[in-house]
């Protein structure tokens, strides 16, 4: 009987061990092994104690009674390491000593039972607890180092066989990783007017619940569709946390144009009626009422005589749901009694998962929004020739877009072509398929080595608008509404004005752009913002500094080349001659001839294999006889 019960002990003992954690790591191959899993999760700080876990896998037929390794561990996070078994811990005899300086464990594990069949169980079977440091030094490390198998002081990782040799304990490490507590936050700033209020800054800030002074934690910035989510590794259990927002580093960017302007001066003319946020978006001087000086207020920050709103009035307002719910809609002016925040902070109770605020522009009365309003550079091929793709690229446009749906319009400045000391008159048109115009603004910046800004001339379509020009170096802006009842609109193919340029040194070539637009808004007689799309083709200019111009009196071939030209053209009587190759900047690349020619008909070769891919320019300059020009492509 005896006999029998050593049996069933010896197989009681021999059964592998379960109960533990379903998914273990597993052995790399054959072999003994005792393996660090990839991650553990760090404790709170409220807990004071991380544990990790300590897996062995047996996959040979080899019967193992006894082991012993070292594991190091990172004794600036950790101040000490207790061991214990998982499992049963019948007929185990476990020894540890933790060296608190050198920051390791050294472990041994017998088996000490009647079984000469008995070896150890797989699975984890060491549990590793770690005392934190102390807690103004523990939430203050930016990362801990990993749970190893090897350190400064080695030691031998050895099995003990059932017959008392030793055998090799195999040791892997999937990672050793200290994941620290995570935090986890999101939310939602929606325009006043139902938008997303995309691209908004904000910080997550923190500081210790024992007190202190808050500091910024990280940043984040809302989404496409107006959102954020935090995660973060921070212990809330030693952390108060907060959500910090200044408004009055947010610029508004495109949202405030001429046709806000006329929106408010409809609205006190009487024409349409005001609730809700509407009052806010008017009341850009913070009176909490609507006059004129509104209109002057919206209209002279547009022009550029105001930087920034009278009576201290922020440029950007945040206001919670509630308070949006309780204003949204309402007959009431709220202006006085819900005035809205432009620095607040927003702290994070713990159970809180989400927030949810409301974003208004004071002077954005027909509801843009917060960063709805896109103005982008166009690049525009330069010269460009039928079937050909230059390589060369000039920003002379810009096109407005919206993140809704408008109709859409052209502000149109066309080609021009001049002689050095003319006047350049250069009229802009709207192409507004049916939509009549009630706001308009664009601005135009010019080559000032090129150009001289001499006035704007108004065409009798917006003689009667409000209107400003801002004329300084290198740049003029206009821009303007429509004060009647709609009365002065501006329709399809309606021109605005013309400017005045006066054309300065004389020089052989333009080709890049002197002039091009630095921004363009316009609105309809409702106050809708329009997206505008680039003006068709690239504003060139053409300037000679004698006679006229003719590209027909020059041949080039063959064209587009590879390398070799042939130019071949015809002079009249003896005159001096220049022939160059120019780039589409008006730099010289290569000159031909430079010199006296009798008349007759002349070929020149010129290789251009030194140039890079694109359109360049040859020019003949004859004193008598003007320039002549011709576009070539090198491939």
């Known amino acids: 009987m005896k006999k029998l019960k050593g049996l069933l002990f010896g197989l009681l003992f021999s059964i592998p061990f379960i109960g533990m954690t379903q998914t273990v790591p597993q052995a790399p191959s054959n072999g003994v092994w005792g393996i660090i899993d990839a991650q553990y999760q760090v404790g709170t700080t409220a807990q004071g104690n991380t544990t990790a876990k300590v897996t062995l896998q047996n996959t040979t037929l080899t019967k193992y009674a006894g082991i012993q390794f070292r594991l190091f561990y990172d004794n600036t996070a950790f101040t000490n390491a207790a061991v214990s078994l998982i499992g049963s ?99 939602t700033f929606t325009n006043v007017t139902g938008t ?24 984040y910035t809302t989404d496409l569709s107006g959102n954020f989510s935090i995660s973060v590794p921070l212990d809330t259990t030693y952390w108060d946390v907060r959500l910090a927002i200044k408004g ?102 713990p159970g809180t998962t989400s927030v949810t605020y409301y974003v208004m522009v004071p002077g954005d009365a027909n509801g843009t929004g917060y960063n709805m309003a896109r103005v982008t550079p166009i690049e525009v091929l330069v010269g460009p020739i039928p079937g050909l793709e230059s390589q060369i690229y000039n920003v002379i446009d810009t096109k407005v877009e919206y993140d809704f749906p408008t109709a859409t319009i052209e502000v149109n400045v066309p080609n021009i072509s001049v002689e050095a000391g003319n006047l350049v008159n250069l009229p802009v048109k709207v192409f507004t398929n049916g939509e009549e115009l009630s706001s308009l603004q664009f601005g135009l910046k010019y080559d000032t080595t090129l150009l001289t800004f001499k006035g704007i001339i108004s065409s009798s379509n917006a003689m009667e608008w409000i209107t400003y020009v801002n004329a300084n170096d290198g ?74 111009v003719n590209g027909n009196s020059i041949e080039v071939f063959p064209n587009p080349t590879t390398s070799d030209i042939t130019v071949t053209f015809k002079v009249d009587e003896t005159t001096n001659a220049n022939l160059s190759i120019y780039d589409v900047v008006g730099r010289k690349v290569i000159t031909i001839l430079d010199g006296q020619l009798p008349n007759g008909q002349y070929t020149y070769n010129e290789n251009l294999g030194q140039l890079q891919p694109g359109l360049y320019m040859v020019t003949l300059m004859l004193e008598n006889d003007g320039v002549k020009v011709s576009k070539v492509v090198k491939q």
């Open 89 to 187: 811990t019948s007929n185990l005899d476990l020894q540890y000593v933790t060296n608190t300086a050198n920051g390791y464990i050294t472990i041994t594990l017998v088996y000490t039972g009647p079984s000469a069949t008995y070896t150890l169980s797989n699975g984890e079977r060491f549990l590793i607890t770690f005392t934190h440091a102390a807690p103004a030094v523990f939430n203050n490390i930016s990362s801990i180092s990993p749970l190893t198998w090897t350190g400064t002081q080695t030691f031998q990782a050895i099995a003990a066989k059932q017959d008392g040799m030793d055998t090799t304990l195999s040791v892997h490490n999937y990672g050793g990783e200290f994941v620290f507590q995570n935090f986890q936050f999101a939310g």
């Open 248 to 349: 009055d580093t947010m610029g508004v960017g495109n949202i405030i144009s001429t046709t806000d302007a006329q929106q408010v001066n409809q609205w006190l003319l009487g024409n349409g009626v005001m609730s809700g946020f509407d009052y806010y978006h008017a009341d850009v001087n913070g009176s909490n009422s609507l006059s004129i000086s509104d209109v002057w207020g919206v209209f002279g920050r547009v022009s550029g005589r105001f930087t920034e709103w009278p009576n201290n009035v922020e440029d950007v307002k945040f206001f919670t749901a509630s308070e949006y719910n309780t204003i949204n809609g309402s007959s009431t002016n709220y202006t006085s009694s819900i005035a809205g925040v432009t620095n607040f902070t927003f702290e994070i109770l």
């Open 475 to 548: 740049q003029v802006d206009w821009g303007g509404f429509d004060k009647t009842n709609n009365e002065q609109t501006l329709k399809d193919g309606d021109q605005v004005v013309t400017l005045q340029f006066i054309a300065r040194q004389p020089q052989n070539l333009w080709e890049e752009s002197p002039l091009y637009t630095s921004l363009k808004f316009a609105g309809t007689a409702q106050s809708e913002d329009l997206t505008i799309t680039p003006t068709n083709g690239i504003l060139q200019v053409l300037k000679s500094t004698m006679g006229n």
């Open 196 to 219: 997303p209020a995309k691209f908004l800054s904000l910080a997550l800030e923190r500081r210790p619940q024992t007190g202190g002074s808050w500091v910024q934690h990280s940043t």
